[in-house]
């Protein structure tokens, strides 16, 4: 049942629109570093694959949850569990979780008309494709409560089906998921969520996101305005600060070549071409030989770190360092 949910993760806002990158990180606005800490060692210390994910603010207190829908793969069937958390003094704790057992399990977040956020829990029986059931759970102070529990049979009798144990009819079936749902009348399958879960994958954009802007000890690098993302920090070492290879030669709009034998790369913007090769402070600019204050090394997420401003520079950028701020600006002359 896992479709029509990866959208893109994470936008967030106090009522998250999980798709854009832009807004993402304002669900962690009141939020201190360490909330962010707490919800990233969940993610990265789980023994489960995470099938979906998404950060939004349940009960609009200013804290947000972090809803997730993990997959057992030690299990013999296809467990899946669904868990709520929420911050307490700065540490993630758990409010809410329900496994499947042997039944499939979806999950999303929805919006009613009062503006309450929904967490739907759709459960379909593994043994019958036509069984369903829905869940609306909401927060109240640190618990999940549920308004409403629907059961569903799609399987037709004279134009009628079965719903809690009545048998009902399909426009009335209609009608009553729109209420909670927003469900497309007369058809099950057209039902898309107003605030949609995250792709696992980017839910990493957004924290590093959000911890960037949290940690005043992060160095930031802004490009013509824009603040540079990259897979890894960027650190200081000697007074010269390094940053990702492939991430500054592409925010400086050069080309970019990498030779795995000989562990060198080559970027080319207009009339200038700078050459550097890792672990040497050999460098080449426009065919000239100079000397880096730092050599090109691999950190240990297997990225390519090189000296900021001697790239920035060799490509005919301006740099400016703010000590107080750790921020540094480029522009492109």
């Known amino acids: 049942m896992l479709k029509r949910l990866f959208a893109g993760l994470v936008g967030v806002t106090a009522v998250l629109s999980m798709t854009s990158f832009t807004a993402a990180a304002t669900v962690f606005d009141d939020i201190s570093l360490e909330g962010i800490n707490a919800y990233e060692s969940i993610i990265t210390g789980s023994r489960n694959e995470i099938e979906d994910i998404a950060f939004t603010d349940l009960d609009k207190d200013g804290i947000p949850e972090m809803v997730v829908l993990f997959e057992n793969e030690g299990a013999r069937t296809d467990d899946e569990t669904v868990e709520v958390y929420t911050l307490q003094n700065d540490k993630a704790v758990k409010i809410y979780s329900e496994s499947s057992g042997s039944d499939e ?4 977040l929805t919006k009613g008309n009062d503006g309450t956020i929904y967490l739907v829990i759709e459960r379909e029986d593994d043994r019958n494709d036509d069984w369903f059931q829905y869940e609306f759970l909401y927060k109240s102070g640190n618990d999940m409560k549920r ?22 009819t399909k426009s009335l079936y209609d009608a009553t998921m729109k209420l909670y749902m927003d469900l497309e009348r007369g058809s099950t399958d057209d039902y898309e969520a107003r605030l949609e879960m995250y792709d696992y994958e980017d839910v990493y954009t957004v924290i590093d996101q959000a911890k960037t802007e949290k940690d005043t000890n992060i160095i930031k690098v802004y490009v013509n305005g824009n603040l540079l993302k990259t897979d890894s920090y960027p650190v200081i070492i000697n007074g010269t600060t390094m940053v990702p290879m492939r991430d500054i030669f592409e925010a400086l709009n050069s080309n970019v070549t990498w030779d795995s034998s000989t562990k060198s790369v080559s970027a080319t913007k207009g009339n200038k071409a700078v050459k550097l090769t890792v672990n040497s ?3 080449e600019v426009n065919g000239k030989f100079k000397v880096l204050s730092e050599a090109p090394y691999i950190n240990e997420n297997n990225t390519t770190m090189v000296p900021l401003r001697f790239i920035s520079e060799a490509l005919g950028a301006d740099v400016d360092w703010n000590g107080e701020t750790k921020v540094i600006t480029i522009n492109m002359k």
């Open 147 to 168: 308004e409403v529990k629907l059961n569903y049979d799609r399987r037709e009798t004279s134009g009628q089906y079965k719903m809690n144990d009545s048998v009902i």
């Open 105 to 108: 399990f979806d999950a999303d």
């Open 281 to 283: 402070v050999n460098a």
